[in-house]
Structure formats: C-alpha cells, structure tokens
C-alpha cells in the first residue's frame, strides 16, 4: 500500500476522452552499476514507505531518502541518484508486462529494465513531477497519481484524464486536493481514484460518482483504499484538521470505513479505527485485512474481529507508530514499513528488521 506518498512524513500543506500530451519521453538512459551492500545491523532507511515483490520473487522497498531498496532473501543492493533514480526518494513500485520496474517517485516516473534507468516527468507530459502511486489494470491501461491529478501513461506518453470535482467545500489551509493518493481497480473493473480533500471517485468507464462524508466517508481526505475478495472496498482516511495553522484545532474525524456497494460502514466503537490517521490498508494470503493507525499499531481483521498488535522493539525508532507499507512473503513473513524504518511481525510484536 504507497502506497502512496505518506503525509506523516512530509508537512501536511499537506472524462472518458483522454487528451493526449504532445511531447515525447527521452530516449536518454543511464547505466546502471550494480552494487550489494549487506546493511545487517544497520538501518536499511528511515522511512519504508511501500514493499512490492516482483515476479522473479524479489522484495522491493520504497524509502524516502535512500533510493530503491531491492531485497534477494540474502541481502540488499541499493539504486540511488548516482545510478540514474532522478531523486532518492521512492514511494512506490509497479510492474509492467515487460518485466520493467517503475518507480513512482517525488520527481517523475523511473522505468527500470534491469540494466537502466529512464525518467518521465513534466517535460515529457506528466501532470506534477511529484508522483504517489501507479496501477496497470485488468485491460493493461496505465493509470499514474501524482499531486497535480491522474493521468495514464502508454510506453513514452502521457494521457491527462481529467477527474470532475464534488460539491465539497475545502477550507482556506486545505491545498492538496489535486493529490491522487491511491487508484485501484474494483471487482466490477471500475476504477476508484482516492483523494486529499475530495473524498473518492469511481469511473465506470463512461460516468463518475462521487463518495464524500455526505455519502458516510469519515473524512473527505482520503488516504488508503483496498478490495477484498468480497468485493468490498476498504478505506482508510486522515484527520484533515491535522493542517490546521492553529494547533488547538488539530483534530476531528478520520479512520477506517468499509464500502459494499451501497453502504459505507465506520467503526467508532473500536480506539484507533476512528478519529485516526489510516495509511496502510492490505491483505494477506489468508484473506486477513491489515490496517495501520498511526499512533495506535497494526490491526488484523478476520472477518469476524479485530485484533490490535502495538508491541514495538524499537519506539525510538518509530514513536509515532505510522505505518506505511505490508507485504506477506511466499515464506509467510509479514514485512511491515515504518516511519522508522523496515520491521516485521514476529509472534505478536513488530520487530525491527535489521537487528
């Protein structure tokens, strides 16, 4: 789950026709020397904010000031600028049919083909050089986020898919509407594109609607959204009053929902579900749903409860409990980013990994 650009870390300042971008990608490229590094017993980055495994079964983590981290089970070998990456900043990973990596990250979109790196940004047509997630649907559209809008992106050019705004009123210190915080693709093969101040819109690929706190969201800023294998649409959102310039006034609703379809369900009688920041929401191989509340810890849901896991080796490293990223390995391993750096769950307690 990018997913996403994470707000916790960064200052919370934060059409069915496709109009296509005239310019051209570059063709340049830069090799790329490989280089292991075995970082046992240090911080792998301070900030994990997204962890994808690639179809020859590598583990990639997204960091904010370390570059691309990419894991082969015995040790890591980091992509930095000095490879080619335009900025060390990766907030997420998709794959193509290709077996291309790329990389969404703070300036532009880096394709990685094993060999070399080569970045998209303004120049060649995307709408912000600041980018925050990517999916490649079930008809092979590529669909990119950024801070400035979606848009979708076919090889070396970019397509602006302009999304239609709610009736919402966002106040004067509300400034990242235009921020596509997650796209994901529903059992219908709808696409939903959630946003920072806009609730979340669903393009059936003729007509758009809009879901908003009139509809039952908790918050129109919305953060995290992921199906199940129901067909359920779960959702997670921040606090929007966290931007407030008036620190007395930093607070209001957030947390968990769930979408059937037809009715949006909260969850305010559980602490840490509601009135909360919720960045990670993810399943896992059992159909257990995974979700993150900052400042609380990880919950795993069943189906049937809720079971809150807080127990954290190293609060030094991450007092502020924010998840970021989850991924279950084929081994079973539950790996768990962190604004604080790469854990995992072992037993009932999230270990830091590196130790």
Same mark, same amino acid.
């Given at each position: 789950m990018q997913k996403h650009l994470v707000a916790i870390i960064l200052p919370a300042v934060a059409c069915f026709i496709l109009f296509a971008c005239n310019s051209k990608a570059s063709n340049s490229s830069t090799e790329v020397p490989i280089s292991t590094q075995d970082t046992f017993g240090q911080p792998v980055a301070d900030y994990i904010v997204d962890a994808f495994r690639d179809s020859k079964g590598n583990i990639w983590f997204g960091s904010m000031s370390k570059g691309a981290i990419r894991y082969d089970g015995k040790s890591f070998t980091y992509f930095t600028e000095k490879?080619?990456?335009?900025?060390?900043?990766?907030?997420?990973?998709?794959?193509d049919d290709r077996g291309n990596i790329i990389m969404n990250t703070q300036n532009g979109i880096c394709v990685y083909d094993g060999n070399t790196f080569q970045t998209y940004g303004e120049k060649q047509g995307l709408p912000h050089f600041r980018t925050s997630?990517?999916?490649?649907?079930?008809?092979?559209?590529?669909?990119?986020?950024?801070?400035?809008?979606?848009?979708?992106?076919n090889r070396d050019t970019f397509y602006d898919f302009p999304?239609?705004?709610?009736?919402?009123?966002?106040?004067?210190?509300?400034?990242?509407?235009?921020?596509?915080?997650?796209?994901?693709?529903?059992?219908?093969?709808?696409?939903?594109?959630?946003?920072?101040?806009?609730?979340?819109?669903?393009f059936d690929g003729v007509h758009f609607k809009h879901l908003t706190k009139k509809d039952g969201l908790p918050s129109n800023n919305v953060q995290e959204m992921y199906v199940d294998k129901a067909g359920n649409i779960w959702i997670g959102c921040r606090v929007a009053?966290?931007?407030h310039p008036d620190p007395e006034k930093r607070h209001g609703a957030g947390g968990l929902a769930k979408y059937d379809g037809k009715t949006i369900t909260t969850f305010p009688d559980i602490p840490g579900l509601h009135n909360s920041d919720i960045y990670l929401i993810e399943g896992d191989s059992q159909g257990n749903i995974w979700i993150g509340s900052s400042g609380f810890g990880l919950f795993?849901?069943? +189906?049937?409860?809720?079971? /809150?896991? #807080?127990?954290?080796?190293?609060?030094?490293?991450?007092? %502020?409990? +924010?998840?970021?990223?989850? /991924?279950? #390995?084929?081994?079973?391993?539950?790996?768990?980013?962190? %604004?604080? +750096?790469?854990?995992?769950?072992?037993? #009932?307690?999230?270990?830091?990994?590196?130790k």
């Amino acid at each position: 789950m990018q997913k996403h650009l994470v707000a916790i870390i960064l200052p919370a300042v934060a059409c069915f026709i496709l109009f296509a971008c005239n310019s051209k990608a570059s063709n340049s490229s830069t090799e790329v020397p490989i280089s292991t590094q075995d970082t046992f017993g240090q911080p792998v980055a301070d900030y994990i904010v997204d962890a994808f495994r690639d179809s020859k079964g590598n583990i990639w983590f997204g960091s904010m000031s370390k570059g691309a981290i990419r894991y082969d089970g015995k040790s890591f070998t980091y992509f930095t600028e000095k490879d080619g990456l335009p900025i060390n900043a990766v907030v997420k990973y998709t794959e193509d049919d290709r077996g291309n990596i790329i990389m969404n990250t703070q300036n532009g979109i880096c394709v990685y083909d094993g060999n070399t790196f080569q970045t998209y940004g303004e120049k060649q047509g995307l709408p912000h050089f600041r980018t925050s997630n990517s999916l490649i649907d079930s008809r092979g559209n590529h669909w990119i986020g950024t801070w400035g809008g979606v848009c979708r992106f076919n090889r070396d050019t970019f397509y602006d898919f302009p999304l239609p705004n709610p009736d919402v009123k966002l106040e004067s210190y509300q400034t990242t509407q235009d921020w596509i915080t997650e796209i994901i693709e529903d059992k219908n093969t709808d696409m939903w594109f959630s946003r920072d101040g806009y609730g979340m819109t669903r393009f059936d690929g003729v007509h758009f609607k809009h879901l908003t706190k009139k509809d039952g969201l908790p918050s129109n800023n919305v953060q995290e959204m992921y199906v199940d294998k129901a067909g359920n649409i779960w959702i997670g959102c921040r606090v929007a009053e966290r931007d407030h310039p008036d620190p007395e006034k930093r607070h209001g609703a957030g947390g968990l929902a769930k979408y059937d379809g037809k009715t949006i369900t909260t969850f305010p009688d559980i602490p840490g579900l509601h009135n909360s920041d919720i960045y990670l929401i993810e399943g896992d191989s059992q159909g257990n749903i995974w979700i993150g509340s900052s400042g609380f810890g990880l919950f795993k849901y069943d +189906g049937k409860k809720f079971t /809150l896991y #807080d127990k954290v080796d190293r609060p030094d490293l991450t007092y %502020s409990k +924010g998840f970021q990223a989850f /991924l279950e #390995d084929p081994d079973g391993k539950h790996w768990i980013g962190m %604004s604080g +750096g790469l854990f995992r769950l072992v037993g #009932d307690s999230i270990v830091h990994f590196p130790k």
